[in-house]
């Protein structure tokens, strides 16, 4: 069941990165990199067009008796734009309206702001900090409020997120 929930939000980061590039879904073809323990790297495109991108699913979730589509939390490097270390949250329901999501490794604490069922940092500074965190840390948390009000915790392993990140250092230029 877990690589089938993988496989969906492997298909919903890669048609975020399609829509967010310009591409038609259909056109979005994930090349699978590797797998780095809790966290999976690919790239999108080439030339101009290339999209990286490494994406990890909950390792829990709470509330459990919440349905939900699949929640990953992915970090996106687009070289075209120069722009490296993206990081956003896709959590399976439509955030409350002006609601904040929190992420939380170890000590520190980052706001993003919500859109839908998404979640990105304002600032590419608070980025820097947060993967600088994620590399340091074992485990993060992600809070969120639903539209309907009820709070989600979502917890992830950062196993492995330092050898996907560099995988896309490397391979996405």
């Known amino acids: 069941m877990r ?12 048609t975020a990165v399609a829509l967010a590039s310009g591409s038609r879904p259909a056109d979005a073809k994930a090349n699978f990199l590797g797998q780095h ?8 495109g080439s030339g101009n067009k290339l999209t990286c991108f490494v994406v990890s699913q909950p390792i829990s979730t709470l ?8 929640v990953f939390f992915m970090i996106t490097h687009w070289p075209r734009e120069k722009t490296y270390h993206q990081v956003s949250v896709i959590t399976g329901y439509p955030y409350k309206k002006g609601s904040v999501a929190t992420v939380t490794v170890g000590a520190d604490k980052f706001n993003l702001y ?13 980025e820097i900090r947060m993967v600088r965190a994620m590399k340091a840390g074992a485990k993060m948390t992600v809070k969120g409020t639903s539209w309907r ?11 492995g997120i330092t050898a996907a990140l560099a995988q896309l250092q490397k391979e996405c230029k």
């Open 63 to 70: 509330p459990k008796n919440v349905n939900r589509d699949p």
């Open 37 to 44: 323990e809790a966290w999976a790297a690919y790239s999108n």
């Open 3 to 14: 690589q089938r929930l993988f496989a969906s939000a492997i298909l919903m980061a890669m």
């Open 114 to 126: 919500t859109m839908k069922d998404g979640a990105w940092v304002e600032h590419h500074s608070t």
């Open 149 to 159: 009000g009820t709070v989600t915790t979502d917890t992830y392993s950062l196993s």
